[in-house]
């Protein structure tokens, strides 16, 4: 009998279905009309059994293709927020590639498979349909073309945290008793470690969302999401100020009240004794030195960017000053507080110790290296919104670092491609 060992199976199933008792009697019966009887009822019975055993093998095979459109569609969706930025043509391939995959168990009776992928409603509804032609199990013909769809949308919570260490544990990490509070945003690790979101005592994360590459350990409000996609760096195409002669060199400021302007501050600023010292509008160059706040002195930028370059340029805000910064509207450093160059060494480290830093106001962009928040208190409770996208970052003592995300309230722009797109399936 030439058939594949899936038919044959079935075939012996059947025959196998029929009690042995009703065999037997039947051949030892020398009757001839119970023998035709039932060599002609048994054509019928198998016939029936055959149908109703492609009819329930077509159900099991549509719901491989349903599973497979499905897959597509979620992995695909966890993807969007790249579309958005205009990785449309990834997104989709993505989508046909997960689908593919699913199908590829099943066995010889589907044939040519084939994945369409869609985006649509402004790239957040990514549809993904698959087709597969069914050969009956029984009887090779009529084949049966199958058919599913299935819909993701991609919603959720803007980032306003995003570590962009690749490999390394603990990129996003709170101790002792510190707090990190997003609660309508989303904290994001791109490490792959297992411990890439890591709290440690009594110190929790809370946001509206939170995503690792890798895995997590600690306290977290709500339970986060691990295995999530690396989201691309958000500015990673944003042109550096350019950097001129030197406008000061090793400017220290100690007490008084000082208005600074814009210009090249080779070897940093120093702001201490007590200064009271505000950025004009514009863009500050902090060339080869550090910007350092301390012994009680205040700092206030209303408009003002602040680009690091070099060795040594870092941040660093000491316990008793006040620390107050809104982003420029306008200009190369448009809605950055701070820019790191991409070009500056690693293992340098940038510091918030200040226990009265009420407003951070804009995004805080510090691609190689570390922040440190250090403090007692709250951090930019007063902000409209505040974003940090850095190599990583690390919360300690009783600090609590808010992130609010009140974007609609302020006219400082937000940087693009910093929605998460956390994704269901559509009906």
């Given at each position: 009998?030439?058939?594949?060992?899936?038919?044959?199976?079935?075939?012996?199933?059947?025959?196998?279905?029929?009690?042995?008792?009703?065999?037997?009697?039947?051949?030892?019966?020398?009757?001839?009309?119970?023998?035709?009887?039932?060599?002609?009822?048994?054509?019928?019975?198998?016939?029936?059994?055959?149908?109703?055993?492609?009819?329930?093998?077509?159900?099991?095979?549509?719901?491989?293709?349903?599973?497979?459109?499905?897959?597509?569609?979620?992995?695909?969706?966890?993807?969007?927020?790249?579309?958005?930025?205009?990785?449309?043509?990834?997104?989709?391939?993505?989508?046909?590639?997960?689908?593919?995959?699913?199908?590829?168990?099943?066995?010889?009776?589907?044939?040519?498979?084939?994945?369409?992928?869609?985006?649509?409603?402004?790239?957040?509804?990514?549809?993904?349909?698959?087709?597969?032609?069914?050969?009956?199990?029984?009887?090779?013909?009529?084949?049966?073309?199958?058919?599913?769809?299935?819909?993701?949308?991609?919603?959720?919570?803007?980032i306003c945290a995003l570590a962009l260490e690749p490999a390394a544990a603990k990129t996003v990490y709170a101790q002792t008793q510190a707090q990190?509070?997003?609660?309508?945003?989303?904290?994001?690790?791109?490490?792959?470690?297992?411990?890439?979101?890591?709290?440690?005592?009594?110190?929790?994360?809370?946001?509206?969302?939170?995503?690792?590459?890798?895995?997590?350990?600690?306290?977290?409000?709500?339970?986060?999401?691990?295995?999530?996609?690396?989201?691309?760096?958000?500015?990673?195409?944003?042109?550096?100020?350019?950097?001129?002669?030197?406008?000061?060199?090793?400017?220290?400021?100690?007490?008084?009240?000082?208005?600074?302007?814009?210009?090249?501050?080779?070897?940093?600023?120093?702001?201490?004794?007590?200064?009271?010292?505000?950025?004009?509008?514009?863009?500050?160059?902090?060339?080869?030195?550090?910007?350092?706040?301390?012994?009680?002195?205040?700092?206030?930028?209303?408009?003002?960017?602040?680009?690091?370059?070099?060795?040594?340029?870092?941040?660093?805000?000491?316990?008793?000053?006040?620390?107050?910064?809104?982003?420029?509207?306008?200009?190369?450093?448009?809605?950055?507080?701070?820019?790191?160059?991409?070009?500056?060494?690693?293992?340098?480290?940038?510091?918030?110790?200040?226990?009265?830093?009420?407003?951070?106001?804009?995004?805080?962009?510090?691609?190689?290296?570390?922040?440190?928040?250090?403090?007692?208190?709250?951090?930019?409770?007063?902000?409209?919104?505040?974003?940090?996208?850095?190599?990583?970052?690390?919360?300690?003592?009783?600090?609590?670092?808010?992130?609010?995300?009140?974007?609609?309230?302020?006219?400082?722009?937000?940087?693009?491609?910093?929605?998460?797109?956390?994704?269901?399936?559509?009906?």
């Amino acid at each position: 009998m030439d058939c594949s060992l899936s038919r044959c199976s079935v075939w012996t199933q059947i025959i196998l279905f029929i009690p042995s008792k009703l065999l037997r009697a039947f051949s030892g019966d020398r009757r001839g009309n119970v023998g035709i009887i039932f060599a002609l009822s048994l054509v019928p019975l198998l016939g029936i059994s055959g149908i109703a055993i492609d009819y329930g093998m077509m159900g099991v095979y549509r719901g491989k293709l349903q599973a497979a459109a499905d897959t597509g569609a979620l992995q695909a969706g966890r993807e969007l927020r790249l579309a958005q930025m205009g990785s449309a043509d990834s997104v989709l391939s993505i989508a046909r590639n997960y689908a593919l995959s699913s199908l590829n168990g099943a066995d010889g009776l589907l044939s040519n498979a084939a994945v369409d992928a869609a985006l649509s409603n402004g790239k957040t509804v990514i549809t993904v349909s698959v087709t597969a032609t069914y050969t009956p199990l029984l009887f090779k013909s009529p084949r049966v073309q199958l058919s599913a769809k299935a819909s993701a949308s991609a919603v959720g919570y803007p980032i306003c945290a995003l570590a962009l260490e690749p490999a390394a544990a603990k990129t996003v990490y709170a101790q002792t008793q510190a707090q990190v509070t997003a609660q309508f945003c989303a904290v994001q690790a791109n490490s792959k470690d297992p411990h890439a979101i890591y709290t440690h005592g009594a110190a929790q994360l809370s946001a509206g969302a939170i995503c690792s590459s890798g895995g997590v350990k600690g306290k977290f409000a709500p339970k986060p999401i691990t295995d999530c996609p690396v989201v691309q760096d958000p500015l990673a195409s944003r042109p550096a100020p350019s950097v001129g002669a030197c406008a000061h060199t090793n400017q220290i400021v100690s007490g008084g009240t000082l208005t600074l302007m814009p210009g090249v501050y080779c070897g940093g600023l120093h702001v201490t004794a007590g200064a009271s010292v505000t950025l004009s509008p514009g863009v500050y160059v902090m060339s080869g030195g550090p910007l350092k706040v301390d012994g009680g002195s205040s700092f206030t930028t209303n408009g003002a960017g602040i680009f690091l370059t070099g060795a040594g340029a870092t941040l660093w805000f000491g316990q008793d000053t006040t620390i107050n910064l809104t982003a420029p509207t306008s200009g190369p450093l448009a809605g950055l507080l701070f820019y790191e160059d991409r070009d500056a060494p690693a293992g340098q480290a940038h510091y918030i110790y200040s226990d009265n830093a009420p407003t951070l106001h804009g995004t805080i962009y510090l691609p190689k290296n570390q922040l440190y928040v250090e403090t007692s208190k709250d951090v930019s409770r007063a902000s409209a919104f505040t974003i940090v996208v850095a190599n990583s970052l690390f919360v300690s003592k009783a600090s609590n670092l808010i992130l609010n995300s009140n974007y609609k309230s302020s006219d400082i722009p937000v940087p693009g491609g910093l929605n998460p797109g956390y994704v269901y399936l559509k009906n």
